[in-house]
């Protein structure tokens, strides 16, 4: 998506922390639903944390539940996703997502592609062990 700015990725061992924000405009920031998902190769897209912008209520996977934290800065239009006690197992591509549908991060939901709302290019996260 375009106007969507993603940062933070990067190389870390297991037990590190990373933390990765999403800049969008006012309007693709404002009532919607913001988060990321990630995908590593040869996996299929899996949804990671959500947040909603206006009640901030949040989501998160079972797999990064204790460990991920997600949250916003309302006056920068900003998300952010606060990686902790990282694990190998956490390498992927993760994309900034918009019009994201909070269910993603159930690991029951069949999510199709609309599913997850419209992305960013992507930062990558890899953690060694």
């Known amino acids: 998506q375009e106007n969507m700015a993603e940062s933070g990725g990067g190389s870390v061992e297991a037990g590190g922390s990373l933390k990765l924000s999403c800049t969008v405009t006012r309007a693709t920031y404002v009532g919607n639903c913001l988060g990321w998902f990630r995908q590593a190769p040869g996996k299929k897209r899996e949804g990671v944390a959500a947040?909603?912008?206006?009640?901030?209520?949040?989501y998160y996977a079972p797999s990064v539940e204790g460990r991920f934290t997600i949250s916003r800065d309302d006056s920068l239009n900003t998300v952010f996703l606060q990686m902790n006690n990282l694990k190998p197992e956490d390498t992927a591509m993760y994309y900034c997502?918009?019009?994201?549908?909070?269910?993603?991060?159930?690991?029951?939901?069949?999510?199709?592609?609309?599913?997850?709302?419209?992305w960013g290019q992507g930062t990558l996260v890899t953690v060694s062990s």
């Open positions: 997502a918009a019009d994201l549908d909070p269910l993603v991060v159930l690991p029951t939901t069949e999510a199709g592609p609309t599913d997850f709302g419209t």
């Open positions: 947040i909603r912008t206006g009640a901030g209520t949040t």
